[in-house]
């Protein structure tokens, strides 16, 4: 490791605890990382004693012994969970500690194994977290999902570049898109956070109905619900705390009327789904529910998972990124969706965020569906945004007005 790297290192990871995330002195850390990451893990976890946390929780997890499970476990034990990491979990949630999860994801993890196996499994694990994951959605502590290369998604990315560099070459990457270049990184976050902040205001001052969507491929209209709140760069928990949950973040985003989705959208980039790397994908939706998929591959894959469950095959995200952003900027897919959604506007099936609609952090699931939020144990981003679309805000008095034209923001706004 050289000096250099093991600097940039430390950097990403100060970002991580002290900006991200936003440790505060007496909150617990619970870490969960692959024991690959553990360098990183590390360097997090000195960071947040260094911050005030009195106690650093790891739960290290290991793609090889998953892969085990998969391949040799009984065919009938789909509802085998960790039950440590659960209890863990739910602990954490209640004291509000910070919840850091770090990912280096290989895409062809489970590739070649039994489907069937691994989407019952997925589903009933998916279940069982739940409540979990909708508190953690609520923000009821801080969060953050920060992605780390391992050398097999390295030589994904990067297949043409020698073997011993191409995991050097996707950190390169992610530090450029986490904006670690830049003079002063933290400014620079910080003057990110305040543009996407101003984006927000903008677009919940103009409460538009729906988005039209126009491309190759592409003739959407999304409406959105009354109330409906644009987010984006950092939440603040329901302990007050600010944090950057999604790092890079580009996105603005909130959550379409479940019930109102109508036309057909085809993605722009590539989406790992369980495992499987899908390059194309055109779905028609009719009153907001998906009636067709046609994937060029892992069809099937698709269409299991927006049948888990009512709403696995609505929408619950709308989310507006511009072409230019860095991501997009580096010409790379990253197979990950935490980097990839990040690159293109997108729209996920699924669940949505319930601070998407004003109040809805104190509604419960069916109070959010009587509003049109869109409930699930999925959450699927997939992205259609390029530098190809065209998006129209429509008022409610039927006038439109250009929202994204040829990729880019079609409005301006003055930074405060
Ligand atoms: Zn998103
Ligand atoms: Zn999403």
Request: charged fraction near 25%; aromatic fraction near 8%.
């Amino acid at each position: 490791m050289s000096n250099d790297f093991h600097h940039l290192l430390e950097k990403y990871a100060e970002l991580a605890v002290k900006v991200w995330l936003n440790v505060q002195t007496g909150q617990r850390l619970l870490l969960h990382a692959p024991i690959e990451t553990a360098p990183l893990a590390r360097l997090a976890a000195k960071c947040a004693y260094q911050s005030g946390s009195p106690f650093v929780e790891v739960f290290w997890t290991d793609g090889e012994t998953t892969r085990m499970r998969y391949q040799y476990a009984p065919r009938t034990s789909y509802d085998e969970y960790s039950a440590a990491f659960l209890g863990g979990l739910r602990v954490a949630l209640d004291r509000g500690d910070a919840l850091l999860s770090i990912s280096a994801e290989d895409p062809d993890l489970l590739k070649g194994l039994d489907e069937d196996f691994i989407a019952e499994t997925a589903k009933r694990t998916a279940t069982r977290f739940n409540d979990l994951n909708a508190r953690i959605q609520r923000n009821e502590i801080t969060w953050l999902a920060l992605g780390m290369p391992s050398p097999k998604w390295a030589a994904r990315v990067f297949p043409q570049a020698a073997p011993g560099e191409q995991t050097d070459k996707l950190w390169e990457a992610i530090f450029r898109v986490c904006r670690m270049f830049k003079p002063d990184p933290v400014a620079a976050w910080q003057a990110h956070i305040a543009d996407l902040k101003v984006r927000c205001g903008y677009m919940n001052e103009r409460g538009y109905e729906a988005l039209h969507y126009t491309g190759p491929g592409t003739d959407l209209t999304v409406y959105l619900p009354r109330g409906h709140q644009w987010i984006g760069a950092g939440e603040t928990s329901t302990r007050g705390i600010f944090f950057v949950p999604n790092v890079p973040t580009e996105e603005i985003f909130t959550a379409p009327d479940r019930n109102r989705t109508q036309g057909v959208v085809t993605t722009t980039k590539p989406l790992v789904v369980r495992g499987v790397v899908i390059d194309r994908v055109t779905l028609a939706f009719e009153e907001g529910r998906v009636t067709r998929i046609e994937a060029s591959n892992g069809q099937d894959v698709l269409e299991r998972l927006a049948a888990t469950d009512e709403g696995s095959a609505r929408l619950g995200e709308v989310a507006l990124v511009p072409n230019s952003n860095p991501i997009s900027q580096l010409g790379i897919t990253f197979y990950n969706t935490l980097f990839d959604e990040n690159s293109a506007s997108h729209l996920a099936l699924g669940r949505a965020y319930p601070a998407s609609i004003a109040g809805g952090g104190d509604m419960n699931a069916d109070e959010l569906i009587a509003h049109g939020i869109n409930d699930s144990v999925t959450h699927l981003d997939f992205m259609i945004g390029s530098a190809e679309i065209q998006i129209d805000g429509i008022r409610a008095d039927g006038e439109r007005e250009a929202v994204m034209r040829d990729g880019e923001w079609a409005f301006r706004v003055v930074e405060q």
